[in-house]
C-alpha cells in the first residue's frame, strides 16, 4: 500500500522481553481524582447482559455484527434517550479495537470487562458498566519507549503522517475467554534496535503468562527485496502489525503490511500456539519480491473453523517476475510476469490460505485482471476491510479502484488476463479506506459499506442466487471525505423487529488519512439505512465525539457502544 500505513490455561508471571518485573498498576477503584478514570458511571440496576467481544469485527468471520444485544433498538436509540454516560481516559491514542469479556470473574464479582490497548504500549482493563479501573499494564520492553513516526523518516516518508506519533500496539488484540488471555504485539526501541513482541496477558492481573513474550523474529527462502544469500528475514522496523489478529484451532496468527510503503518490506503471516507461544507457521506472500503488505483498513484476518485464514494483498509482486529491481527515489517500477499464476508471488490477490506443516498454501486466490494497473497507480487490492458472508461459502471485499468483489471462498476464481472470474462484482467508483459490516435481521440480510467521498450503501444479499441485488439502499446524509472512510458495526436482538440497528463512525471533515480530524458516530435502522436514528451531533454539548480513531470500529456489547478516539479517550453511549 502506497502511503498506508480457542485454547489454553496456566498463568504465571514472566517477561522475556523486560528481564525484570514491568511496571503494574493493579488497581480497583472508582476514585476518579487518584486514577484518572474519568466519569464512573452508577447504574441504577445490575446488568443483565453479558456479551463477549472477543475479538475484531466480534467473530472471525469479521461480520461486525452483535445479534444479541437485548437493550438497544430502533425506538430507544434517539437523542432524548440515548447519549454518551461516562469515559475511559487512556494514556494516548487509540487505533485498536476495545474488547469486551462478559460476567469475567474479577475483583471480588462478575463484571463485563472492556480491554483498551493504546499507542503507548499501554492495556487498561475497565469495567464496562460503571467505568471502574480494575487494572492497566504498561509493555514497553525495559529501557526503550514506544516507536514513533519520527523514526520512519526516510526517502519513503517525508515526514510520516499516517500515524500522528507513538507506534506501540496498533493491531486489534484478541482473547481467549476460555483460558482467559489476551494477545497483543507491542513495539519498543531505544531509537537504533527495533522490536516486536507477542504477548499472552491473564485477563484478571494484568501480567504475562508463562513463556510471554515472545520476541518476533522469522525468515524464509527467497530472493526477494531485501534478501541475503537467498534468505529473507522479517524486519521489525519496516513491517507494520496493522491488522486484527486472529485465534483460530489453538493458533494466534499475526500478519503484518508496512509503514508507507518503505521498502523493502512483506506480507508476513505467522502464527503461534497459544499455549507455549512457539512459532508454528510461516507464511511470506511475496518471498521472490516485494510488498504485498496485509492490512485491510485494520479488519482482523478472517478465518473459518476449520482453519484456513482468508486475507487480501496490497501492491506488490504477482506471479513470477521475468525482471526484478527494488524501487528507488520514489520511483515506481514496472513488473511484468510471464507467469502469473504462479502462488509464490501473491501480492494484490485475495487468497484462502490453509495451514500445511510449517507454513500456510495458497488453496484459492482471486488476482483481478488489472492487477499491474493497480500496482503502477497505487490502487491496492488489499485496502478494504473484508469479511466471510455469515453461513455462507461467499467472501465479501473491496480495491482503491472502486471495484467491489463477491468470491467464493472455496474456488476464488483464480487469475485471467481477459476477465475477473468471481461470483460478482460491483462497481461503487469510490477509494475505499473503510471497514463492511453485515446483518441478518428482518426479511433481508445486508452487507453495508460506506467508503469516503461517497453516500452509506446497504447491499441487500440474496440467498436464492447468492449475488447482491442491484437495488441498493443508499443514505443521502454527507459521510466521510479525504482518505478514510466509515468504520461500521452492527447491533440486534435476533431477528427481533425494531432491534437492527447500523453504527458508522468517521471523520466528520477533513482527510483522516494524515490529520487528526473531528469524528461523528451515526445510528441507523439496519433494514432502511435512509433512517438515522441518532448520531452525536444533535446534543453536541454532552454526546459529542472528540478526535476520530481511524480504522477503530464501535464496539456494541451489553446495552452499551464503546467508541474509542484519539482523544486519549473510549467513550461509553447507552440509554440515559
Known amino acids: 500500500m502506497k502511503r498506508y500505513i480457542s485454547l489454553i490455561g496456566s498463568v504465571m508471571f514472566f517477561c522475556l522481553a523486560c528481564k525484570k518485573t514491568p511496571s503494574l498498576t493493579n488497581i480497583i477503584s472508582t476514585d476518579t481524582t487518584n486514577y484518572n478514570v474519568g466519569v464512573t458511571y452508577n447504574p441504577k440496576t445490575p446488568n443483565t447482559q453479558h456479551i463477549s467481544v472477543p475479538t475484531q469485527h466480534n467473530d472471525n468471520t469479521r461480520a461486525g455484527l452483535n445479534n444479541q444485544e437485548t437493550v438497544l433498538t430502533t425506538s430507544n436509540v434517539n437523542s432524548k434517550t440515548f447519549g454518551k454516560l461516562f469515559k475511559m481516559v487512556v494514556d494516548d491514542e487509540v487505533y485498536a479495537q476495545p474488547l469486551v469479556v462478559g460476567n469475567l470473574n474479577i475483583a471480588s464479582g462478575k463484571h463485563n470487562v472492556v480491554f483498551i490497548a493504546t499507542v503507548n504500549n499501554t492495556v487498561y482493563a475497565y469495567d464496562g458498566d460503571t467505568g471502574t479501573l480494575y487494572w492497566k499494564q504498561n509493555f514497553t520492553a525495559s529501557g526503550m519507549r514506544a ?10 516518508c517525508a515526514p510520516y503522517t499516517n500515524i500522528t506519533y507513538n507506534i506501540g500496539i496498533i493491531g486489534t488484540p484478541v482473547i481467549d475467554t476460555i483460558a482467559k488471555t489476551l494477545y497483543f504485539v507491542a513495539r519498543s526501541t531505544d531509537g537504533s534496535n527495533f522490536v516486536q513482541y507477542l504477548h499472552a496477558v491473564n485477563l484478571i492481573t494484568g501480567t504475562d503468562i508463562s513463556g510471554s513474550p515472545v520476541k518476533i ?91 484456513s485464514l482468508y486475507v487480501v494483498s496490497g501492491n506488490g509482486t504477482v506471479g513470477k517476475p521475468t525482471t526484478y529491481k527494488p524501487i528507488a527515489n520514489g520511483t515506481a517500477e514496472t513488473i511484468t510476469s510471464t507467469n502469473p499464476y504462479d502462488l509464490t508471488n501473491r501480492a494484490e490477490s485475495a487468497m484462502k490460505l490453509t495451514p500445511n506443516g510449517s507454513t500456510l498454501q495458497v488453496s484459492s486466490y482471486f488476482t483481478p485482471t488489472n492487477y499491474l494497473d493497480l500496482n503502477v497507480n497505487d490502487l491496492d487490492f488489499g485496502v478494504m476491510g473484508t469479511l466471510l458472508i455469515p453461513n455462507s461459502n461467499f467472501y465479501f471485499t473491496g480495491c482503491k479502484d472502486g471495484n467491489l468483489y463477491l468470491v467464493n471462498k472455496d474456488n476464488m476464481g483464480g487469475y485471467s488476463y481477459s476477465f475477473n472470474t468471481v461470483q460478482q462484482t460491483i462497481p461503487i467508483n469510490q477509494n475505499m479506506h473503510c471497514q463492511p459490516a453485515y446483518y441478518g435481521g428482518g426479511s433481508k440480510e445486508f452487507v453495508y459499506v460506506w467508503a469516503e467521498n461517497d453516500v452509506l450503501r446497504a447491499l441487500p444479499f440474496n440467498r436464492t442466487n447468492n449475488k447482491f441485488d442491484s437495488q ?32 458508522a463512525s468517521y471523520a466528520s471533515y477533513g ?41 477503530c470500529p464501535p464496539t456494541i456489547a451489553n446495552g452499551h457502544v464503546y467508541l474509542a478516539t484519539f482523544s486519549k479517550e473510549v467513550l461509553v453511549y447507552g440509554l440515559k
Open 147 to 156: 516507536p514513533n513516526s519520527k523514526d520512519m523518516a526516510s526517502s519513503w
Open 217 to 307: 523474529d522469522a525468515t524464509v527462502n527467497g530472493t526477494g527485496d531485501g534478501s541475503q544469500s537467498g534468505v529473507l528475514k522479517f524486519d521489525p522496523l519496516h513491517n507494520n502489525q496493522r491488522q486484527g489478529l486472529v485465534l483460530v484451532n489453538g493458533i494466534v496468527y499475526v500478519s503484518f503490511a508496512s509503514h508507507c510503503d518503505w521498502n523493502p518490506y512483506h506480507g508476513w503471516i505467522l502464527g503461534y500456539n497459544a499455549q507455549t507461544l512457539q512459532q508454528q507457521i510461516v507464511y511470506n506472500d511475496t518471498p521472490n519480491g516485494e510488498e504485498g503488505g496485509l492490512w485491510e483498513s485494520g479488519m482482523g484476518i478472517a478465518a473459518d473453523i476449520q482453519g
Open 472 to 503: 441498493q439502499i443508499t443514505s443521502s446524509l454527507p459521510g466521510p471525505s479525504g482518505q478514510s472512510g466509515a468504520v461500521l458495526s452492527v447491533s440486534s436482538n435476533g431477528n427481533t423487529s425494531g432491534t437492527g440497528i447500523l453504527w
Open 511 to 551: 482527510d483522516a488519512e494524515n490529520i487528526s480530524s473531528v469524528g461523528i458516530l451515526r445510528a441507523f435502522d439496519a433494514n432502511d439505512v435512509t433512517k438515522e436514528l441518532w448520531n452525536s451531533e444533535i446534543n453536541g454539548r454532552t454526546d459529542a465525539v472528540g478526535y476520530f480513531a481511524k480504522f
